[in-house]
């Protein structure tokens, strides 16, 4: 009887992508879509491929935009923190993706508690991305008593590669939509060249200092394809 009921509901929820493995799928009570209940191990290094047709990247600058082309600045490592929250690091850069109390991205250079983003999985395969700790407060008679009257704000990158500020954001935004892309062999290589002359990334939980970053001409290298 449990496996009829299984199968009816993978029938309903037709847009729900399949999680990769070590990972279940499950419906949060907010009704704003899936999350990925990690088991721990590894990272996940992926590349996130906004809807507007950009790659997300963090510069060792600081600085979050995003790129059309291939840039070793958009490989990212992401991790779990607990449940549905994830941190994301930028493997070249070695800073994590953080948004402060105005809404702006930027890349921190250490873990904080702006570096907490909140994972969900959407129709068609895409995530979204929104802050933990900074967000829309209801507003109103009897607007606390209503959890959905918080509007969350998200990481988005418009269609001109520039980051959008939390507040502005919505996630039915193409801007808010982003496709966790896995590496190509051309990623891969980059990595390899990375972690042979600097050894590989550390667990943002840690408190660690991140890896040393490439010299100027290793990434002219990497960006021009190897």
């Known amino acids: 009887m449990g496996l009829i009921w299984l199968l009816l509901l993978s029938l309903l929820e037709p847009g729900w992508p399949a999680a990769g493995p070590g990972a279940r799928l499950r419906r949060d009570a907010g009704g704003r879509g899936g999350v990925y209940e990690h088991l721990g191990g590894a990272p ?3 590349k996130l491929y ?7 990247q963090l510069h ?6 995003g790129s059309l082309e291939n840039s070793a600045y958009s490989i990212l490592e992401m991790t779990a923190v607990e449940v549905g929250i994830v941190a994301i690091k930028g493997l070249f850069s070695g800073r ?3 948004m402060n109390k105005r809404g702006r991205l930027y890349a921190s250079e250490s873990y904080n508690a702006e570096c907490e983003f909140v994972e969900r999985i ?3 395969g895409y995530n979204t991305y929104a802050s933990r700790l900074y967000r829309t407060a209801p507003s109103g008679p009897g607007a606390q008593r209503q959890p959905s009257a918080e509007r969350l704000w998200y990481v988005s990158v418009n269609g001109k590669g520039r980051p959008r ?3 502005k954001t919505r996630r039915t935004q193409k801007s808010s ?3 966790p892309r896995v590496l190509d062999p051309k990623d891969h290589e980059m990595v390899r060249l990375l972690q042979s002359g600097a050894g590989g990334p550390l667990n943002p939980r840690q408190g660690q200092r991140s890896p040393t970053s490439p010299g100027a001409e290793g990434l002219r290298k990497v960006n021009r394809g190897l």
Not at 60 to 65: I, L, M, Q, Y
């Open 44 to 46: 996940r290094r992926r």
């Open 50 to 56: 906004c809807a507007t047709k950009y790659h997300l």
């Open 60 to 65: 060792p600058s600081g600085r979050v935009n």
């Open 96 to 98: 994590y993706l953080a």
């Open 122 to 124: 959407h129709e068609l």
């Open 165 to 167: 500020r939390g507040f």
């Open 177 to 179: 939509l982003f496709l």
